[in-house]
């Protein structure tokens, strides 16, 4: 299985920062990266797709960036809604797997 | 617009099995893409359980391969769970997705609002 590795697992930050997340592949996946925002209580939601094509309906605030094993999904200045738990998922090879989570919280 | 909705038990008993439907709508499953499940125990990240096809060709997680059954209801447009021999740390909430895959790679773009399963006696 490929193992996905989030870092950090939480961080703090106000409204209008900017915030970037990291994720590594355990080995080279090409761009076959995703990103999820999971607010508590709800379903996770597609943020980001391919590494850095950003789903439909979602604000631009939000990109990725990345390839083969290191990406980042960086958000440009945090909104009061963004305050959730983001998680990276490969689909280079079945099992399909995730990173930890990052929890990003009000500071 | 793509909406799926989970449904079954809320609590099943050690050793038996654990079985669950997502009813999808705004889309016919025998149409095209992958149908998954996705679970999340109460406050841990999310493991993917296994994928079916439209065609009903299955890929499950090798972690839990010996103990999952996913299945197709194209008449009801709907699809299903089976986890068989369950222990408290099958407890969880499961959800159903969609597996949208093309030669980017593959996303669960639209997913149910989960259900939660515990397992008790």
């Known amino acids: 299985d490929i193992q996905m590795t989030q870092s950090p697992s939480s961080l703090s930050a106000s409204v209008g920062d900017r915030v970037t997340i990291t994720c590594r592949a355990s080995q080279s996946i090409s761009s076959y990266l995703n990103w999820y925002q999971q607010r508590p209580g709800k379903a996770p939601k597609l943020l980001i797709y391919a590494a850095s094509r950003l789903q439909s309906g979602v604000p631009s605030r939000f990109s990725g960036s990345g390839f083969g094993p290191d990406f980042s999904l960086t958000i440009s200045s945090l909104q009061p809604e963004d305050f959730a738990t983001y998680y990276c998922q490969q689909s280079y090879s079945t099992p399909l797997t995730f990173g930890g989570g990052t929890k990003v919280e009000i500071k | 617009q793509v909406q799926l909705q989970e449904s079954g038990p809320g609590l099943v008993k050690p050793s038996e099995t654990l079985s669950l439907t997502c009813a999808v709508s705004?889309?016919?499953?025998?149409?095209?893409?992958?149908w998954d499940w996705i679970r999340q125990p109460p406050g841990k990240g999310l493991e993917w359980i296994g994928s079916?096809?439209?065609?009903?060709?299955?890929y499950y997680n090798p972690s839990l391969k010996s103990r999952v059954t996913i299945s197709l209801d194209t008449s009801k447009n709907q699809f299903s769970l089976k986890l068989s021999s369950v222990t408290a740390t099958d407890s969880a909430v499961y959800y159903c997705?969609?597996?949208?895959?093309?030669?980017?790679?593959?996303?669960?773009?639209?997913w149910g609002q989960g259900t939660l399963v515990a397992v008790s006696s």
């Open positions: 705004g889309y016919s499953i025998s149409s095209g893409y992958y």
């Open positions: 079916i096809y439209h065609t009903g060709s299955t």
């Open positions: 997705a969609r597996l949208n895959a093309d030669t980017s790679g593959s996303h669960l773009d639209y």
